[in-house]
């Protein structure tokens, strides 16, 4: 569906998708309703000449955002290594004008664009971050509006989207009453544990009241709930030897193999009953070779909860199991050392949830039905976990178009009407920072 953005097209498709307002449907099945004087907001804005021509504005610019897509895949940014991708983030942001544009402690890039009173700051980010290791081939190809390369999708489109709403914003003149704040982050992938954003709300740091993040794929959903996770990696040591010879020292991969029973024993149990909370072993190593007693292995596991609280008792099932695990096998030791375990948490992201009904959710439901899709709510795991858990308002929506296969070599991202997502996002951005009208 296409947006058409003249002042009397933008209202004959306000009026036209009124019965695209119905109930947003939660991943956990409630419903909840948009509230009239929101999708009365987002029609209102919608129809005002200035937002009109803006999202036309949007669409035109479809081309230049395809080939920045492109400019953005090509630049490698493996974890802990997105130095490059953010100088050419921080680069563009000064070419399109923003007001004042730098490169933080930790590697976040951010761009101001100063609101008329800037009373509240008001932040619209996506990731830098790929998760491909460095020396991966992150060349584009082209097959007419289908790309493919490793992260096309996750996160540079979403990249590509936040220098497209600064551009617009720019070109149209368009003032907001609260600063906005163009971000490219560092560490949301994997390992890196969000540390770009543990950065920008740490305390003390400049306030930043709302967060609109781009990330995922759908037009229409938006993520309100952060789901929470920790990570661990888990060494288990001991002295190591021949297999025949020094047989009956106590062997740090049977006390892996018997903590590992000893937590899904318990963790089975824990995760029938409660709110959703699951867990997993994802990677094991260790050893020297078939006959060689192992001098060390480790294990890294994955918790995951939509509950503080559940997060933080399958934790401690988690590191009791490990105690036991190596408790039992020095038990069975007849010679040496007893082994020894060392658990080292390597990831750590707060859950949590906002109000259906917190204007900032509202909003962006709102967008979405405005745009043609049935707004729907949902949890995930993305940057907005870190604000969402401290009481910031914060929500993800998608970067539109048709994606696929993500996290894999042969991610693809297609371009069917890709603009509409930047529509529905520059409409969040102006609701939520507040629109300064022509003549006020």
């Known amino acids: 569906m296409r947006v ?83 100088a050419f983030f921080a680069e563009t942001m000064r070419e399109l004008g923003a007001d004042s544009v730098w490169i933080d402690e930790v590697g976040n890039a951010i761009g101001l664009r100063r609101g008329r009173t800037g009373e509240r700051t008001v932040a619209v980010g996506g990731h830098l971050d790929t998760v491909f290791p460095e020396g991966t081939d992150v060349s584009v190809t082209v097959r007419g509006d289908t790309l493919f390369a490793p992260g096309v999708g996750d996160d540079s489109r979403g990249l590509a989207m936040v220098l497209t709403l ?55 959903r938006t993520v309100s709930m952060g789901l929470g996770s920790v990570r661990y990696r888990v060494i288990f040591e001991g002295e190591g030897g021949h297999s025949w010879g020094a047989f009956g020292l106590a062997n740090p991969a049977h006390a892996l193999a018997k903590a590992v029973a000893e937590f899904q024993a318990e963790a089975d149990a824990y995760t029938r009953e409660g709110p959703r909370t699951s867990y997993n072993v994802g990677r094991i190593g260790g ?40 408790e039992a096998e020095n ?43 049935p707004p729907v709510l949902g949890r995930s795991s993305t940057n907005s976990n870190t604000p969402i858990s401290l009481g910031v308002p914060a929500v993800t929506i998608g970067r539109g178009g048709i994606g696929g296969n993500g996290h894999a070599l042969d991610e693809f991202w297609v371009n069917r009407q890709g603009y509409v997502a930047i529509q529905r996002g520059l409409l969040l951005t102006l609701a939520t920072a507040g629109m300064v009208r022509p003549g006020v």
């Open 4 to 86: 058409r953005s003249t002042p009397r097209a933008a209202g004959c498709l306000a009026l036209s998708l009124l019965g695209l307002f119905g109930p947003a449907v939660a991943d956990d099945a409630s419903a909840h309703q948009i509230a009239p004087e929101y999708r009365a907001e987002i029609e209102a804005l919608a129809a005002s000449a200035p937002v009109a021509a803006a999202l036309e504005r949007v669409e035109a610019l479809d081309p230049w955002t395809f080939d920045l897509t492109i400019a953005v895949t090509e630049i490698p940014a493996p974890p802990f290594m997105e130095g490059r991708r953010a």
């Open 166 to 220: 600064l551009r617009t914003l720019e070109e149209e003149g368009i003032e907001t009453e609260d600063d906005l704040w163009f971000v490219g982050t560092v560490g949301e992938e994997g390992l890196g544990d969000l540390r770009g954003m543990k950065h920008l709300f740490r305390e003390g740091a400049h306030p930043i009241d709302a967060w609109i993040e781009i990330d995922g794929g759908g037009i229409g």
């Open 287 to 326: 050893g020297t070779s078939v006959n060689s007693v192992p001098f060390e292995a480790w294990m890294e596991v994955d918790m995951r909860s939509i509950s503080p609280e559940r997060l933080a008792g399958i934790e401690e099932i988690f590191l009791a199991a490990m105690q036991r695990g190596v």
């Open 331 to 373: 038990a069975l030791a007849r010679q040496g050392e007893p082994i020894t375990v060392r658990p080292e948490k390597i990831g750590d992201r707060p859950s949590g949830e906002m109000d259906p009904a917190h204007p900032l959710v509202q909003r962006a439901m709102a967008t979405a039905g405005f745009v043609g899709q």
